[in-house]
């Protein structure tokens, strides 16, 4: 013999996976330590091409892709309040991510100290990622310090012997310096 009961329970689903069209703007946890490390600015599920700053950029599309989950919801941050996403599983990486803060308290480098820095495999950016970086995300001349971006920034692509191209966000335009020349700040970014 027993009484029949009921109950009524609320659930909280934990790790919903990320079904987004697109992931650009989010943040994200890419060492799944809980802290988002960078701010996603390229989709390879998405893929395309556009310019920023006169410089033409193209996003390439992969497949076979990890899957991703919303890890953290409402994440305040530099790049304003979103949420952030985190992987499981194996596959293909889908996001280009750029770290959120410059590389060692925004000590400035010469080119040539500047491309030995990497961490883990965060690493200093090419120009056409910085283009699609500042292209994806809306980055002008009016609006980088808000995102705690400094000035002027290493890539690590090269235009002719002995100079490479750095991004000016206060000019909205990539120049190009000699290795041994100006210092510029350094920010890695990462696949994710």
Same mark, same amino acid.
Request: proline share 2%; charged share 20%; aromatic share 18%.
């Given at each position: 013999?027993?009484?029949?009961?009921?109950?009524?329970?609320?659930?909280?689903?934990?790790?919903?996976?990320?079904?987004?069209?697109?992931?650009?703007?989010?943040?994200?946890?890419?060492?799944?330590?809980?802290?988002?490390?960078?701010?996603?600015?390229?989709?390879?599920?998405?893929?395309?091409?556009?310019?920023?700053?006169?410089?033409?950029?193209?996003? =390439?599309? #992969?497949?076979?892709?990890?899957?991703? %989950? !919303? *890890?953290?919801?409402? &994440?305040?941050?530099? $790049?304003? +309040?979103?949420?952030?996403?985190?992987?499981?599983?194996?596959?293909?990486?889908?996001?280009?991510?750029?770290?959120?803060?410059?590389?060692?308290?925004s000590a400035t480098y010469n080119y040539v100290d500047a491309m030995e820095i990497t961490s883990g495999e965060w690493r200093v950016p090419t120009r056409n990622e910085w283009a699609a970086f500042g292209g994806q995300l809306g980055i002008t001349a009016y609006n980088f310090q808000k995102y705690?971006? =400094?000035? #002027?920034?290493?890539?690590?692509?090269? %235009? !002719? *012997?002995?100079?490479? &191209?750095?991004?000016? $966000?206060? +000019?909205?335009?990539?120049?190009?310096?000699?290795?041994?020349?100006?210092?510029?700040?350094?920010?890695?970014?990462?696949?994710?």
């Open positions: 013999n027993y009484n029949e009961k009921t109950a009524t329970y609320t659930v909280t689903v934990k790790n919903p996976t990320f079904t987004g069209d697109s992931g650009v703007g989010y943040y994200a946890d890419t060492d799944g330590d809980g802290t988002p490390d960078g701010i996603i600015f390229e989709d390879f599920k998405k893929g395309g091409s556009d310019s920023w700053g006169g410089i033409q950029y193209t996003v =390439s599309t #992969v497949t076979g892709l990890k899957e991703y %989950y !919303i *890890s953290q919801t409402n &994440y305040k941050g530099p $790049f304003g +309040t979103k949420n952030v996403l985190s992987a499981r599983g194996s596959g293909n990486a889908r996001f280009k991510v750029m770290a959120l803060s410059d590389y060692n308290n705690k971006l =400094s000035g #002027v920034y290493w890539s690590s692509s090269a %235009y !002719i *012997s002995g100079y490479w &191209y750095y991004i000016d $966000f206060s +000019t909205r335009r990539m120049d190009t310096e000699y290795e041994m020349g100006e210092t510029c700040f350094v920010r890695l970014c990462r696949t994710f």
